[in-house]
């Protein structure tokens, strides 16, 4: 089992850049897939970014491809990079974790979840 706490959310104008991380507890962070969603107002959650085990493989939604960047390391942290931003990325976003072997944009596969943090963009 997983615990998960994500921080970094905040407000910033559009084009500007945050970095989400989210903390990991328990002793086998090295064997969960990890990925972000979002969720904005009254719309549906929605995939974001997904990184394999060993860090080395990352998979985006379209959407935030080129201007998002997902990490992972050895001390139990994800991370989101994102720059550029977007009013339309104003979202509450949300760290997970799978026990897939592969990188999944399924939230159905991801068995944990953080409480969210909220990214607000102005325009």
């Known amino acids: 089992q997983v615990q998960l706490v994500e921080s970094g959310g905040g407000l910033v104008q559009a084009g500007g850049s945050l970095r989400l991380s989210c903390a990991a507890s328990?002793?086998?962070?090295?064997?969960?897939?990890m990925g972000w969603f979002r969720q904005a107002p009254g719309k549906e959650r929605e995939f974001v970014a997904a990184?394999?085990?060993?860090?080395?493989?990352g998979y985006y939604a379209d959407s935030v491809k080129g201007r998002f960047t997902i990490s992972r390391d050895n001390a139990k942290n994800l991370y989101l990079q994102m720059n550029s931003l977007k009013p339309e990325d104003t979202a509450v976003y949300y760290c997970a974790a799978s026990y897939s072997v592969t990188v999944t944009s399924n939230g159905y596969e991801y068995a944990y979840w953080g409480q969210g943090t909220q990214v607000t963009v102005s325009s």
């Open positions: 990184i394999s085990r060993s860090g080395g493989n």
């Open positions: 328990g002793r086998t962070f090295s064997t969960y897939t």
